[in-house]
């Protein structure tokens, strides 16, 4: 089946450092994977996304790496700020269907 | 404003009452979602919509109800609402079949007593 397991919170960083929050998935078919980003009190906002192997999603000085060989698509950024604080959804869905499947969430806290 | 908008952002019910809650969205995207968000689960499929007048079941579709006699408009209703029926909702759209991103609307946070 499909699912997505990512790595647990809450995560607590210092301003300015380096952020790695994992993901991994099964799927069957050819998913296409996403990272949204949940700020307090609103709702999910895709944050970048891979529709295939090798590709790399970017934005707002994140990115990620779709790896087949790994089936992992981990989210990363070089210098965290506070308004970084959030909660980071990793989700697949596949060309099988039309829905998605989610992580259970990783929060994200930075100190100044 | 364009958008997908869901009311009330906030309700507190008591058990055995009925609820529905409501979304729209403004750009006439075929799919529609319900998810609730709970501790310790992330998000999980109550219900979808394909278009209107059909709709399917998720992972957790169990008392609830679901009704899409227009386009942009995806009510979801508690029957009788259950303490365990306490969570966060979110609606979420999307444009066509295919590996589209979903679009989620703010969230109604449901308390039931």
């Known amino acids: 089946g499909n699912s997505v397991t990512q790595m647990e919170g809450p995560v607590t960083l210092s301003e300015e450092a380096f952020l790695t929050i994992n993901c991994t998935y099964t799927?069957?078919?050819?998913?296409?994977l996403f990272w949204y980003v949940q700020y307090p009190g609103e709702g999910l906002q895709l944050l970048l996304k891979?529709?295939?192997?090798?590709d790399k999603g970017s934005n707002k000085g994140f990115e990620a790496t779709y790896r087949k060989e790994t089936t992992s698509f981990h989210l990363e950024k070089g210098s965290v700020q506070v308004s970084d604080s959030a909660v980071y959804f990793c989700?697949?869905?596949?060309?099988?269907?039309?829905?998605?499947?989610f992580g259970t969430g990783t929060s994200l806290t930075v100190i100044p | 404003d364009a958008g997908i908008t869901q009311s009330p952002r906030y309700k507190i019910t008591e058990t055995g009452r009925q609820v529905t809650l409501m979304c729209h969205q403004t750009?006439?995207?075929?799919?529609m979602f319900w998810y609730r968000q709970d501790l310790g689960h992330g998000l999980r499929l109550i219900y979808y919509?394909?278009?209107?007048?059909?709709?399917d079941k998720g992972e957790v579709p169990d008392g609830y109800v679901v009704s899409r006699s227009k386009t942009e408009n995806f009510p979801l209703t508690l029957e009788s609402a259950t303490r365990s029926q306490t969570s966060v909702y979110f609606c979420?759209?999307?444009?066509?079949?295919?590996?589209?991103?979903?679009?989620f609307g703010p969230g109604t946070r449901l308390t039931v007593l």
């Open positions: 989700a697949l869905t596949t060309n099988t269907g039309n829905q998605f499947y």
């Open positions: 799927a069957t078919g050819y998913p296409s």
């Open positions: 891979a529709t295939k192997a090798d």
């Open positions: 750009w006439s995207h075929s799919y």
């Open positions: 919509s394909a278009a209107a007048d059909i709709t």
């Open positions: 979420a759209s999307q444009k066509r079949e295919g590996m589209n991103e979903q679009f």
